[in-house]
């Protein structure tokens, strides 16, 4: 089935550094979203994306939906350790079976 | 603040064996999913229900089934149990399937040995 491949499959950082994700395709999604699930939790919605070139900030956390619209990419500025867990990003790609798909997740580890 | 609640969080089974997975949600959302999660794997979608009444499949439906009685509740049943099906269980509702914005219940971590 339709895949969304997110790169890198897991970082491990300092406190304080920067940090970038992204997240492919091979289809045009109408929708891009990030998500971040801490350990033993549920994932829990970051960022929405809803055009094409759009880039959107939620605090430390700024997010872009890719003009191709086949990706999308998650920076998060000055790195804390409450940062820990896994991010994933997510597309709809609109229609009758608008159903969310999941990227493979990136796994975030920030050492003090 | 309830949100999605999900019982059991753990659970052992035997291969062979059936369950029901319990997803409540107080958020009056129509739209109610199952996903699950193996690891590198991403979240994959069982099944999922747009109203009280309603459900279809997602990707991987196969050795599952779900019912949608009332608007609140979205059990997931594991009949014969099998080995394939040890993996973290999450429930999510959605008001709307336009801006997937889901809310996540914590989760059900299920191991069939």
């Known amino acids: 089935g339709q895949q969304l491949n997110q790169s890198p499959q897991s970082m491990f950082i300092q406190e304080g550094e920067d940090v970038s994700m992204n997240c492919t395709s091979s289809?045009?999604?109408?929708?891009w979203l990030w998500y971040k699930q801490d350990p033993g939790e549920g994932p829990v919605l970051l960022i929405a994306?809803?055009?094409?070139?759009e880039l959107t900030s939620n605090g430390r956390l700024t997010a872009q939906f890719g003009i191709t619209r086949k990706d999308s990419f998650l920076n998060i500025s000055a790195s804390i350790p409450s940062d820990v867990g896994i991010y994933f990003c997510?597309?709809?790609?609109?229609?009758?079976?608008?159903?969310?798909?999941f990227g493979t997740g990136t796994l975030l580890a920030v050492q003090p | 603040n309830a949100g999605v609640t999900q019982t059991p969080k753990f659970r052992i089974l035997k291969i062979g064996q059936s369950m029901t997975l319990q997803c409540a949600q107080d958020?009056?959302?129509?739209?109610m999913y199952w996903y699950r999660q193996d690891p590198g794997m991403g979240l994959k979608l069982i099944y999922y229900?747009?109203?009280?009444?309603?459900?279809d499949k997602g990707e991987v439906p196969n050795g599952y089934n779900v019912s949608r009685s009332t608007t609140e509740d979205f059990p997931l049943r594991l009949e014969l149990a099998a080995p394939s099906q040890t993996s973290v269980y999450f429930c999510?509702?959605?008001?709307?399937?336009?801006?997937?914005?889901?809310?996540f219940g914590e989760g059900s971590r299920l191991t069939v040995l």
């Open positions: 999510a509702s959605s008001p709307h399937q336009i801006t997937g914005e889901l809310f």
């Open positions: 289809s045009i999604f109408n929708t």
């Open positions: 994306l809803y055009k094409a070139g």
């Open positions: 997510a597309g709809l790609r609109g229609g009758a079976t608008n159903k969310l798909i």
């Open positions: 958020m009056n959302h129509n739209y």
């Open positions: 229900s747009v109203g009280a009444g309603i459900t």
